[in-house]
């Protein structure tokens, strides 16, 4: 028997699946590209028995998060580029608080105000730890509506499993555009049980919820515990979809948005004959290192697509420690790459491979 499907935006989607995964609490303040998702939590989630509560600014909906989370309950927040920014501050605090939440960024065009078409111009600020502080989010990077439905699911369970903020990284198009989704009911894995929560509870010990350390060896433990809890996020939470062929020379890598692109642009590549091959990140940290590490001993050359003038490009550097070639094709300011650009430039890697 067929899934029942819904035609619904990615916005849409991912507010829903956050109401199924057991969100009861949202906090938001209103930015574009990313209104459906507090409007469709406005209508949705008091009928499932949450509440949503329209913050008068990011810092104040990002502090809302704090509380909920410090209480023990499932809780969201959504807003695009600037207004991640704003929250920046309440992020960190949340990170070294070790309180579980998922956070959305439909990114847009920047920097400042920018604009309200799609970027991919904050990935630096979402892996690399945009507040202040050693600190890391897990971030998730869906390339589907219907990935914007399940990922955020996953990312409610992440989030309890590690006691840490999970990032959903989106962009406008994602947001905005419209593709069938499947909605199964959500089977949450075995989570520890949150006996930290601030929940007043009797009979218990007291719980402190804080990330204020004024001794530096106690600041210094913390730091080194949060960092084995990354380290063990990079062991066991790596995901990525490939697609490379026997004898690949050329391996794109991409995410969200451009990765849908480029799936054609392989396709195009090779009906023409050529053997290339696709790697898209789904978790852009833990990113997954050792797997383009291993592929790029084996191609002659890597190009990273991206909608941003060269971020995640340093990451897939890294990873191949100059194995091989590595460039980069990108488009910025809201400017969505064509496919005939990609495979323009992938044409001109191809044809200097045989010079």
């Excluded at 309950?73 to 309440?90: D, F, N, Y």
């Excluded at 502080?133 to 955020?152: F, H, K, N, W």
Aim: aromatic share 6%; with cysteine; proline share 6%.
């Amino acid at each position: 028997m067929k899934k029942k499907q819904v035609l619904m935006k990615g916005n849409e989607a991912m507010a829903e699946g956050a109401i199924m995964a057991g969100c009861r609490y949202f906090f938001g303040y209103p930015i574009t590209p990313q209104n459906e998702v507090p409007a469709h939590m406005a209508a949705y989630m008091p009928r499932a028995g949450g509440v949503f509560i329209q913050a008068e600014s990011e810092l104040a909906a990002i502090n809302m998060v704090y509380g909920a989370a410090g209480a023990g309950a499932r809780v969201m927040t959504s807003s695009s580029s600037p207004g991640i920014s704003l929250k920046q501050e309440g992020i960190s605090y949340l990170v070294g608080a070790e309180l579980p939440c998922v956070i959305a960024n439909i990114m847009r065009g920047g920097p400042g105000l920018g604009g309200i078409q799609p970027s991919q111009s904050d990935y630096f600020q979402a892996v690399k730890g945009g507040g202040h502080g050693d600190y890391r989010l897990i971030v998730l990077a869906p390339d589907s509506v219907q990935e914007m439905a399940d990922l955020t699911m996953l990312a409610f369970d992440l989030a309890d499993v590690y006691r840490n903020p999970v990032m959903i990284l989106g962009d406008g198009n994602l947001g905005q555009m419209m593709e069938p989704v499947s909605f199964c009911k959500f089977r949450k894995r075995k989570l520890p049980p949150k006996d930290w929560a601030t929940t007043g509870t009797a009979g218990r010990p007291r719980n402190i919820v804080k990330s204020l350390y004024l001794i530096p060896e106690q600041l210094e433990a913390h730091n080194r515990k949060l960092y084995r809890k990354f380290q063990t996020m990079k062991r066991r939470e790596v995901r990525f979809e490939e697609d490379i062929p026997e004898g690949c020379e050329l391996l794109l890598t991409a995410f969200g948005t451009t990765a849908r692109i480029c799936r054609d642009v392989v396709d195009k590549l090779r009906q023409r004959g050529h053997k290339v091959g696709l790697l898209r990140p789904i978790t852009l940290f833990p990113f997954p290192e050792e797997r383009i590490k291993e592929v790029s001993s084996r191609v002659k050359a890597v190009m990273t697509v991206e909608m941003n003038m060269g971020q995640m490009v340093d990451d897939v550097r890294l990873a191949v420690e100059g194995r091989c070639p590595v460039h980069f094709c990108g488009r910025t300011g809201g400017m969505v790459p064509s496919v005939e650009e990609i495979v323009h430039e992938a044409g001109k890697i191809l044809r200097g491979m045989k010079e």
